[in-house]
């Protein structure tokens, strides 16, 4: 049988003579064979069977999905008799179908109104028809009649959602740029006016201007395993920030100003019915950001709204200069990580103002690193809307050739500092539940968060206690800081992701001196041991100690004294600590595991909370079940209220 459809064939009849009965029934015979035979045995109305891709895209299909009609738009159309026409004059349809259809629902004739001018627009329409799209779709959504509400399992009710939020960032666009111009004013309508009110306020962020606006749907993630997108009702958009001259906002202070930030815009129409009737619509235009709400109410109903955190974050590292300066900061002790350096004075930044009541969650990159290592696992947790709602994300960087003491001291310190200034009173109990984690050289600063080295650092290189130097101010104090080491009492957890706690077999005594003839130290670190040779003779227990200032990778080399010192301090129990040890062989025998950096001897610390292995390379920080680690360490935090005995 031939499953083809039906082919009509015009067929002409002569005038036939009058002839017997039997050569009229035999002509007619032949005619019937004849088209059977044409026709296949199709009958006019039938079905025909789909390869299960064409059916499942049957089942999706729409203007949004690849410039094809819904069938139920479809449906109006063939309903109405204006299929044909749409395809010759479809502004023209579009206006007929305006004018309505008495038997047709009116939700319906809103939807295939919204789909029908979103097309139009698209191939080559007035750009005005992305408005109407949004608006029409808008009615569908959020009818005056609460017996119209779209049913959850109509599929036209996701599809009505994505018209409204890409009319809007259509609409307030043009053809020649892909910035959103978001403004008050007037715009016209293919069938009437459009006024929009927006306060500028809106685009206040703190000490901000928000501005630049684009559409995240435009950006394509790369460089991230995962693009999160929150689905619900708005134009998701990703934004820059312009510092306002003289606006001031404390809890702003240390948010990065080439921060990319992740808004939604709603434009909540009013009377939206009576508005298309008349021609005359109006609506209030707001922004949010995921810091402000995850849902709004509209007609009653509380509705989510879309966000991309992931396109902002790709959007903030595209171009970044941070991945620039991690060599730099390997090998120049002096680099200033940041341009404001009055402002970053503690090498601590925010992705977000500080709000009390959150946790502070500090990251702590490794060696020849830098913050922007960590994205992987800042897309996990600002799209885990438990941990978002419940931790603040704290950055801190430094140059990572520097003396790890020394470094060490500039994180316990930053932190100290910070905590002080945001909680002078001390009335934020969140920010006495911090959790640190640190990665390689990270985690070993993060470990001095949670020691009580007592003068074990200070001893082996100095003859006399420190308050008995004959110092300025500032050199004793940066001493303090670097040689002496308590627990820091708002700290409740610390992570070590392949941290070498015993040191790394790659910076071997060959390496360490290579690396030094080229990492240069600041001169704030060669300075107080010049007026400490120069003021107090006798003090310095190695008259060569100023020349041999150690780097970072001296300090990492298995046999140097300082490791031998800084792995035989315990971690205080009053902090719950965990490890995550990369191994990239794991059918090795135990002995010989290692990440290609650190071996797990050297990352596994006895009396830790938990250890996970996982399959990796030394970057675990960015290993997918590295960071489900964190994860559920951070959940079981928040669960968490006491400290450990």
């Keep these: 049988?031939?499953?083809?459809?039906?082919?009509?064939?015009?067929?002409?009849?002569?005038?036939?003579?009058?002839?017997?009965?039997?050569?009229?029934?035999?002509?007619?015979?032949?005619?019937?064979?004849?088209?059977?035979?044409?026709?296949?045995?199709?009958?006019?109305?039938?079905?025909?069977?789909?390869?299960?891709?064409?059916?499942?895209?049957?089942?999706?299909?729409?203007?949004?999905?690849?410039?094809?009609?819904?069938?139920?738009?479809?449906?109006?159309?063939?309903?109405?008799?204006?299929?044909?026409?749409?395809?010759?004059?479809?502004?023209?349809?579009?206006?007929?179908?305006?004018?309505?259809?008495?038997?047709?629902?009116?939700?319906?004739?809103?939807?295939?109104l919204a789909e029908l001018s979103f097309l139009h627009a698209s191939e080559g329409g007035e750009r005005s028809h992305y408005l109407s799209a949004a608006a029409y779709a808008y009615a569908f959504l959020f009818p005056k009649d609460e017996r119209e509400v779209p049913d959850a399992f109509d599929p036209r009710l996701v599809t009505a959602v994505n018209l409204y939020n890409q009319g809007l960032a259509l609409g307030f666009s043009s053809q020649e740029s892909e910035i959103i111009h978001l403004q008050d004013g007037t715009r016209t309508l293919p069938f009437g006016k459009l006024q929009v009110r927006f306060d500028p306020a809106?685009?206040?962020?703190?000490?901000?201007?928000?501005?630049?606006?684009?559409?995240?749907?435009?950006?394509?993630?790369?460089?991230?395993?995962?693009?999160?997108?929150?689905?619900?009702?708005?134009?998701?958009?990703?934004?820059?920030?312009?510092?306002?001259?003289?606006?001031?906002?404390?809890?702003?202070?240390l948010v990065p100003p080439k921060l990319k930030l992740a808004v939604t815009a709603f434009l909540r129409f009013e009377n939206i019915e009576e508005g298309i009737e008349s021609g005359s619509l109006s609506g209030e235009l707001t922004l949010f950001t995921t810091q402000d709400a995850s849902e709004i109410e509209v007609n009653g109903r509380k509705v989510p709204l879309e966000y991309r955190p992931s396109t902002a974050l790709a959007s903030t590292l595209e171009g970044s200069q941070a991945y620039d300066l991690e060599l730099k900061g390997l090998f120049s002790g002096d680099l200033s990580i940041f341009k404001e350096s009055a402002r970053f004075k503690d090498n601590v930044f925010l992705m977000a103002p500080y709000r009390p009541g959150l946790i502070p969650l500090v990251l702590v990159h490794g060696t020849a690193s830098s913050p922007a290592r960590w994205a992987e696992m800042l897309n996990e947790i600002i799209n885990d809307r438990?941990?978002?709602?419940?931790?603040?994300i704290w950055l801190f960087t430094y140059n990572t050739g520097n003396?790890?003491?020394?470094?060490?001291?500039?994180?316990?310190?930053?932190?100290?500092?910070?905590?002080?200034?945001?909680d002078p009173e001390g009335k934020d109990e969140a920010l006495r539940k911090m959790v640190v984690i640190g990665h390689s050289q990270g985690g070993m600063l993060t470990r001095l968060t949670a020691i009580d080295s007592g003068t074990r650092f200070w001893d082996p290189h100095f003859n006399v206690?420190?308050?008995?130097?004959?110092?300025?101010?500032?050199?004793?104090?940066?001493?303090?800081?670097?040689?002496?080491?308590?627990?820091?009492?708002?700290?409740?957890?610390?992570?070590?992701?392949?941290?070498?706690?015993?040191?790394?077999?790659?910076?071997?005594?060959?390496?360490?001196?290579?690396?030094?003839?080229?990492?240069?130290?600041?001169?704030?670190?060669?300075?107080?041991?010049?007026?400490?040779?120069?003021?107090?003779?006798?003090?310095?227990?190695?008259?060569?100690?100023?020349?041999?200032?150690?780097?970072?990778?001296?300090?990492?080399?298995?046999?140097?004294?300082?490791?031998?010192?800084?792995?035989?301090?315990p971690l205080v129990p009053?902090?719950?600590?965990?490890?995550?040890?990369?191994?990239?062989?794991?059918?090795?025998?135990?002995?010989?595991?290692?990440?290609?950096?650190?071996?797990y001897s050297s990352a596994h610390v006895e009396g830790v909370a938990s250890e996970y292995i996982v399959h990796s390379g030394h970057s675990a920080q960015e290993n997918p079940q590295a960071i489900e680690e964190v994860r559920r360490i951070l959940k079981e935090n928040l669960h968490d209220e006491g400290r450990p005995e």
């Design 1 to 112: 049988m031939n499953h083809n459809p039906p082919v009509n064939l015009p067929i002409k009849m002569k005038k036939l003579k009058k002839s017997s009965p039997l050569v009229m029934n035999f002509l007619w015979m032949a005619l019937l064979l004849g088209s059977l035979v044409l026709t296949g045995c199709a009958t006019p109305v039938g079905v025909r069977t789909l390869k299960a891709q064409d059916a499942n895209r049957s089942l999706t299909e729409s203007v949004l999905s690849d410039q094809s009609l819904s069938a139920p738009t479809q449906q109006i159309l063939n309903r109405s008799g204006l299929a044909e026409r749409f395809l010759k004059e479809p502004a023209a349809t579009i206006q007929a179908l305006r004018s309505g259809m008495p038997t047709v629902l009116r939700s319906d004739r809103y939807f295939a």
């Design 202 to 253: 809106e685009r206040l962020w703190g000490p901000f201007n928000l501005s630049n606006f684009v559409a995240a749907a435009r950006y394509e993630v790369r460089g991230l395993r995962n693009d999160y997108r929150w689905p619900g009702i708005g134009t998701a958009m990703v934004a820059s920030l312009e510092h306002v001259p003289g606006l001031d906002a404390p809890q702003f202070a």
């Design 386 to 392: 438990e941990l978002l709602q419940r931790y603040q």
């Design 403 to 422: 003396p790890i003491l020394y470094s060490g001291g500039l994180l316990t310190q930053g932190l100290r500092n910070l905590v002080r200034e945001l």
């Design 465 to 569: 206690p420190l308050d008995q130097l004959d110092v300025s101010v500032e050199t004793r104090q940066l001493f303090q800081r670097s040689m002496f080491y308590k627990p820091l009492p708002f700290v409740r957890r610390v992570i070590f992701i392949s941290t070498p706690h015993q040191g790394s077999f790659l910076a071997t005594n060959w390496v360490s001196s290579m690396l030094q003839r080229v990492i240069t130290l600041p001169f704030t670190i060669l300075s107080p041991f010049t007026e400490i040779f120069a003021k107090t003779q006798g003090a310095v227990k190695d008259g060569r100690m100023i020349e041999n200032v150690p780097r970072s990778t001296d300090n990492m080399n298995p046999g140097h004294p300082f490791i031998q010192i800084f792995a035989s301090i």
């Design 574 to 599: 009053q902090i719950k600590a965990h490890s995550i040890i990369a191994v990239d062989n794991p059918e090795d025998p135990k002995e010989e595991w290692s990440d290609g950096v650190v071996k």
